[in-house]
Nanobody, 116 residues
Framework: QVQLVESGGGLVQAGGSLRLSCAAS????????MGWYRQAPGKQRELVAQ???????NYADSVKGRFTISRDNAKNTVYLQMSSVEPEDTAVYSC??????????WGQGTRVTVSS
């Protein structure tokens, strides 16, 4: 069982920056891939960014060039650095971990609100 705890959400002005953290209860070296998802009011949850155990990343087109996902294996933490945020980035951001046995684990989410 993997427990994930997100932090770092809050209120930020458009054009500003925010860093989200996702701390895992196990060594993330044992986790195949970790990702950040978001769900805006009235919309479906979508993948924002993902990083594999060997560091391969992929991003939603809407955040490419603005967001960066990274992982610190020593701290068992994955980060999402958000820059040049836009009101459209307002959502609940959740962390997901997928292990090598095709199990998925989710955190409770952290809310990000971007004011215009």
């Amino acid at each position: 069982q993997v427990q994930l705890v997100e932090s770092g959400g809050g209120l930020v002005q458009a054009g500003g920056s925010l860093r989200l953290s996702c701390a895992a209860s196990v060594s993330i070296v044992s986790i195949n891939r970790m990702g950040w998802y978001r769900q805006a009011p009235g919309k479906q949850r979508e993948l924002v960014a993902q990083i594999t155990s060997d560091g391969v990343t992929n991003y939603a087109d809407s955040v490419k060039g603005r967001f960066t996902i990274s992982r610190d294996n020593a701290k068992n933490t994955v980060y999402l650095q958000m820059s040049s945020v836009e009101p459209e980035d307002t959502a609940v951001y959740s962390c997901k971990a997928g292990d090598y046995h095709f199990n998925d684990y989710w955190g409770q989410g952290t809310r990000v609100t971007v004011s215009s």
